[in-house]
């Protein structure tokens, strides 16, 4: 990424030769597996739905639950670092972390998991904000294209890393494995950072003059939470025919309003909304929120289908996903530098906005008998289109901010696109149920006494039920609910089939804005500030 940080550690001077390959090994592996959960547990939301007795669209909220939480936590980790201090503060956030992945991997029921998830991502969010910042105090100024490079890459294996780790585990153990192998990941990632990371000059000791905006951080959570808990429920509860549902909606209305309304006039917000007020700025936050929609919910109904439509198991799904991302992860650094070198990003969004529409069109032709390496040039865009999102994304964004306004403006953007994703797989969940009972109506009325086809092949599964049991009357029974089940099946498939498809159409209904987005070339100074501002937020 563009994330060249101009700093130094508490003495002066940047790590060196074991400390520096340490502090790699432990920032880069915090931010991996902060990533990696995002995603691990999608190849496994059959299993733990059953274990667990949920429904796969109930499930989903182990998924959105760590995700609000890093939306919620992102923004307001510059702050927390400041206020703590940055080591303190990575401290807890691994320590907790460690100790909710080993309470999710517990649990007995759906929502004691989808809390432990929640606090889960409240440790998460703040390892891959601060494991930026550290990492790049690690190296000096002319080598920190290395370290842009080496956290790149871990954000794009994160993801990827997720399915292929978690559908090997469930495949041959129990799914709570997937949470415990973050135990003792973290027990030895704290070790190191009381070890060798060093505190920076100060950090911590300014408490006293920092002002914490409680009330705009109780109104994000009432405000985020309260829509979340709206784009889940409302199809199962008849949107607003439900009194719960109408009540929901109030407070999220009036805690987004109020979020906003407190941001833009206290003195000390915990967000800083003005940078809405640069154009660019607010026109780059729709792309960001559309790219976070279509890559969360691309990953989320991937998975899913292919297990239960094409069979797959958990760890081919994971392949599946794996082998194409490591075919484009080379392209990241490459870009990386591009960006720093100061490279207009619209190029690359326009090429990104593009692959990914593409990406949602060829998804939708996909087939029920499909094999892994046969998804592989499907999935091969999805990946492209993500790297040519991600840092392209952030550059745009900034472009125009005074450099005084750089780390909020990074900040916002990672907060809107964990947001598009949070949302995006609640959409999809009621999109995939809209379409399921149209699909299911649609077809059901093909199975009539009156088509040929379907007496053809009512016969044809009874006749084999018959080879094996002699008795007519069950044979009937159970070629009906063969026919029932294979009705069911492909209602589901065609469903996700229009997910896909949605997804381009997001992608090309903000195509058109492209043209709105204005960027100039940076000058070596403000290159330098941007990179520092992301490297603090992330």
Same mark, same amino acid.
């Given at each position: 990424?563009?994330?060249?940080?101009?700093?130094?550690?508490?003495?002066?001077?940047?790590?060196?030769?074991?400390?520096?390959?340490?502090?790699?090994?432990?920032?880069?592996?915090?931010?991996?597996?902060?990533?990696?959960?995002?995603?691990?547990?999608?190849?496994?939301?059959?299993?733990?739905?059953?274990?667990?007795?949920?429904?796969?669209?109930?499930?989903?909220?182990?998924?959105?639950?760590?995700?609000?939480?890093?939306?919620?936590?992102?923004?307001?980790?510059?702050?927390?670092?400041?206020?703590?201090?940055?080591?303190?503060?990575?401290?807890?956030?691994?320590?907790?972390?460690?100790?909710?992945?080993?309470?999710?991997?517990?649990?007995?029921?759906?929502?004691?998991?989808?809390?432990?998830?929640?606090?889960? /991502?409240?440790?998460?969010?703040?390892?891959?904000?601060?494991?930026?910042?550290?990492?790049? *105090?690690?190296?000096?100024?002319?080598?920190?294209?290395?370290?842009?490079?080496?956290?790149?890459?871990?954000?794009?294996?994160?993801?990827?890393?997720?399915?292929?780790?978690?559908?090997?585990?469930?495949?041959?153990?129990?799914?709570?494995?997937?949470?415990?192998?973050?135990?003792?990941?973290?027990?030895?990632?704290?070790?190191?950072?009381?070890?060798?990371?060093?505190?920076?000059?100060?950090?911590?000791?300014?408490?006293?003059?920092?002002?914490? *905006?409680?009330?705009?951080?109780?109104?994000?959570?009432?405000?985020?939470?309260?829509?979340?808990?709206?784009?889940?429920?409302?199809?199962?509860?008849?949107?607003?025919?439900?009194?719960?549902?109408?009540?929901?909606?109030?407070?999220?209305?009036?805690?987004?309003?109020?979020?906003?309304?407190?941001?833009?006039?206290?003195?000390?917000?915990?967000?800083?909304?003005?940078?809405?007020?640069?154009?660019?700025?607010?026109?780059?936050?729709?792309?960001?929120?559309?790219?976070?929609?279509?890559?969360?919910?691309?990953?989320?109904?991937?998975?899913?289908?292919?297990?239960?439509?094409?069979?797959?198991?958990?760890?081919?799904?994971?392949?599946?996903?794996?082998?194409?991302?490591?075919?484009?992860? +080379?392209?990241?650094?490459?870009?990386?530098?591009?960006?720093?070198?100061?490279?207009?990003?619209?190029?690359?969004?326009?090429?990104?906005?593009?692959?990914?529409?593409?990406? /949602?069109?060829?998804?939708?032709?996909?087939?029920?008998?499909?094999?892994?390496?046969?998804?592989?040039?499907?999935?091969?865009?999805?990946?492209?289109?993500?790297?040519?999102?991600?840092?392209?994304?952030?550059?745009?964004?900034?472009?125009?901010?005074?450099?005084?306004?750089?780390?909020?403006?990074?900040?916002?953007?990672?907060?809107?696109?964990?947001?598009?994703?949070?949302?995006?797989?609640?959409?999809?969940?009621?999109?995939?149920?809209?379409?399921?009972?149209?699909?299911?109506?649609?077809?059901?009325?093909?199975?009539?006494?009156?088509?040929?086809?379907?007496?053809?092949?009512?016969?044809?599964?009874?006749?084999?039920?018959?080879?094996?049991?002699?008795?007519?009357?069950?044979?009937?029974?159970?070629?009906?609910?063969?026919?029932?089940?294979?009705?069911?099946?492909?209602?589901?498939?065609?469903?996700?089939?229009?997910?896909?498809?949605?997804?381009?159409?997001?992608?090309?209904?903000?195509?058109?804005?492209?043209?709105?987005?204005?960027?100039?070339?940076?000058? +070596?100074?403000?290159?330098?500030?941007?990179?520092?501002?992301?490297?603090?937020?992330?």
């Amino acid at each position: 990424m563009e994330n060249i940080v101009n700093k130094t550690t508490s003495t002066g001077a940047t790590a060196a030769g074991t400390a520096r390959f340490v502090i790699v090994l432990t920032t880069v592996t915090a931010s991996i597996m902060e990533l990696l959960d995002t995603t691990i547990v999608n190849v496994a939301l059959n299993q733990i739905s059953g274990s667990l007795g949920a429904t796969i669209e109930d499930i989903a909220w182990v998924i959105t639950s760590y995700a609000i939480a890093n939306v919620i936590v992102i923004p307001m980790t510059g702050f927390l670092a400041d206020y703590f201090g940055r080591k303190n503060y990575y401290l807890a956030s691994m320590i907790l972390f460690g100790i909710a992945s080993y309470l999710c991997g517990n649990s007995t029921s759906l929502w004691e998991l989808v809390f432990w998830r929640f606090v889960q /991502g409240i440790g998460g969010g703040a390892l891959l904000s601060t494991s930026q910042a550290i990492l790049f *105090d690690a190296f000096p100024g002319k080598e920190r294209g290395t370290a842009s490079g080496l956290f790149g890459m871990g954000i794009v294996l994160g993801p990827t890393l997720g399915p292929t780790v978690g559908g090997y585990i469930v495949d041959n153990y129990a799914w709570g494995n997937i949470f415990f192998i973050n135990v003792p990941i973290c027990i030895i990632a704290t070790v190191l950072t009381i070890l060798y990371v060093p505190k920076k000059e100060g950090e911590g000791t300014q408490k006293s003059k920092i002002t914490i *905006d409680y009330l705009g951080i109780l109104l994000l959570i009432v405000g985020v939470g309260s829509l979340q808990y709206i784009l889940e429920k409302g199809e199962s509860k008849d949107w607003f025919q439900s009194k719960e549902i109408s009540i929901v909606a109030l407070m999220a209305a009036l805690g987004i309003v109020g979020f906003i309304s407190r941001e833009l006039n206290t003195e000390h917000p915990v967000v800083n909304l003005r940078v809405f007020g640069n154009r660019n700025f607010a026109f780059s936050s729709i792309f960001v929120l559309v790219s976070g929609i279509g890559l969360f919910t691309s990953i989320f109904i991937y998975p899913v289908m292919v297990q239960r439509i094409n069979g797959f198991t958990p760890y081919e799904t994971g392949l599946s996903l794996l082998f194409p991302t490591l075919t484009i992860l +080379p392209l990241f650094p490459i870009l990386g530098k591009r960006m720093s070198a100061g490279a207009s990003p619209i190029p690359f969004v326009v090429a990104g906005i593009a692959i990914f529409a593409f990406f /949602g069109f060829y998804s939708g032709t996909a087939t029920a008998d499909m094999g892994r390496w046969d998804f592989y040039p499907i999935q091969l865009m999805r990946g492209l289109g993500t790297v040519l999102l991600q840092l392209p994304l952030i550059n745009a964004s900034v472009a125009g901010l005074k450099p005084n306004e750089f780390g909020a403006g990074i900040s916002l953007t990672n907060m809107i696109r964990q947001l598009g994703g949070a949302f995006g797989i609640a959409l999809a969940n009621n999109y995939v149920t809209l379409q399921y009972a149209q699909h299911r109506s649609d077809l059901v009325a093909n199975y009539t006494p009156t088509n040929p086809l379907f007496i053809e092949k009512l016969n044809a599964i009874k006749m084999g039920f018959m080879a094996r049991s002699g008795d007519a009357l069950q044979a009937t029974t159970q070629a009906y609910r063969q026919l029932e089940l294979l009705l069911d099946r492909q209602s589901y498939f065609l469903a996700y089939l229009d997910t896909f498809r949605i997804i381009s159409i997001f992608f090309l209904c903000v195509l058109p804005l492209v043209v709105l987005l204005r960027t100039k070339k940076k000058s +070596p100074e403000e290159i330098a500030e941007a990179a520092k501002a992301a490297a603090e937020s992330h």
